[in-house]
């Protein structure tokens, strides 16, 4: 199912990670795309000459997209989640501008009010992120 972001999550900008959603299938998994510009705002400060993504932005582009396989419940329509907590991330290279990201996050566990999720970040093709998602509904 293809969804609008501003549709699902309750994030805006500049605080939505996420470009658009491929498919969100509800309580089971979604996926996401985000393309990285040089006008990103985590950008400003950094004076670099080899810009990089901080990694937090991408752990909160990887859990928005595990928000709406959560939210796309028809009971949870209406709720928060939260993103409670993170767990065995793993980085395999950095993000910069330029790279197309596509996210995916798959629901291992719901039940009442917590999610458990296994997200992975791919570039290329390619898995260059994974993190096990703790999530809270309220």
């Not at 949870?76 to 793993?90: E, L, P, S």
Request: glycine share 8%; with cysteine; proline share 5%.
């Amino acid at each position: 199912m293809k969804t609008a972001v501003n549709d699902v999550i309750p994030q805006r900008y500049p605080f939505e990670m996420i470009d658009k959603f491929i498919d969100v299938q509800p309580g089971v998994s979604a996926s996401a795309i985000k393309l990285i510009s040089i006008n990103e705002w985590f950008f400003a400060n950094q004076t670099s000459s080899r810009l990089a993504v901080p990694r937090p932005i991408m752990i909160e582009a990887m859990a928005q997209t595990g928000v709406a396989a959560i939210l796309s419940i028809p009971e949870n329509k209406g709720k928060n989640v939260f993103f409670g907590g993170i767990k065995n991330a793993t980085f395999q290279d950095d993000f910069r501008p330029g790279d197309k990201l596509e996210f995916e996050v798959v629901m291992k566990k719901l039940k009442r009010n917590i999610g458990l999720g296994h997200g992975t970040i791919h570039r290329d093709g390619q898995s260059i992120c994974e993190a096990d998602l703790i999530f809270a509904v309220e």
